[in-house]
């Protein structure tokens, strides 16, 4: 039996971005209607998709990952009546219940440190410095170290109210679905620019969460995927 839904019952839709102070200074992407980078065949990226663990030293630019984010989470629109939102990407119900952070290494005019990416506005917004990143990323994923040392590393958070607010005890079929949605489009765009990419979900999640002073009561890291620059 499926209980009743928070929607049945008349209770206010929940917000389906996380709020941010309105001072904070955020950072302009690639709008998408500038892109110069994936143009490349759609059957050549599904032929050459694969994981890619081993990455170059190079920097990535602010296109590409203009492009990675608005590919995996770019907002397209907030419905009309506010009860969800269409993206890039399909969602169960429009309910789109994650969140986009990224490390960041080396990307070329960012400092490193943790981010979060602004879907309404498509823009980024610096969250704080983490002190030797590669290294405590490396042994957050129990030492996989090739995931530490990567250009820029995607995390996404889940925050399961979005869904369970229509679908209640269904909802986390739904969100796992969503997820493996969003990771695929992940490899997809990062073929589309040669680019290589690995879904990572063996990761040390209490230490994970509290790194990105996550309040995991609404909100916790569900998976994670390294990208840079291979060698040919």
């Not at 998408?32 to 990226?45: A, L, M, R, T, W």
């Not at 920097?59 to 397209?76: A, R």
């Not at 040669?194 to 979900?201: E, F, H, K, R, S």
């Amino acid at each position: 039996m499926v209980p009743e839904s928070d929607e049945q019952k008349k209770v206010d839709f929940p917000l389906y971005q996380q709020p941010y102070p309105e001072e904070t200074l955020l950072i302009d992407l690639v709008p998408p209607e500038e892109f110069k980078i994936g143009k490349s065949p759609f059957i050549d990226s599904v032929n050459t998709r694969k994981s890619r663990r081993k990455y170059t030293d190079e920097y990535l630019t602010l296109e590409d990952i203009s492009f990675l984010l608005w590919c995996t989470q770019g907002l397209k629109e907030v419905l009309r009546s506010g009860r969800g939102v269409r993206r890039t990407v399909p969602s169960s119900g429009a309910k789109s219940p994650f969140e986009t952070y990224l490390v960041v290494n080396r990307v070329e005019g960012l400092e490193t440190g943790l981010y979060r990416y602004i879907s309404f506005s498509h823009k980024l917004m610096f969250v704080k410095q983490i002190e030797n990143s590669e290294e405590k990323i490396g042994t957050l994923v129990y030492n996989q170290k090739f995931v530490g040392k990567a250009p820029v590393i995607f995390f996404w958070t889940a925050i399961p109210y979005r869904t369970e607010w229509r679908y209640t005890i269904l909802a986390h079929k739904f969100i796992a679905i969503d997820l493996g949605i969003v990771c695929q489009s992940l490899y997809m765009a990062c073929e589309a620019i040669n680019l290589g990419t690995v879904a990572i979900g063996y990761y040390e999640q209490n230490k994970l969460d509290k790194l990105f002073e996550l309040n995991t009561a609404d909100e916790f890291v569900v998976l994670l995927a390294p990208v840079g620059k291979y060698e040919a």
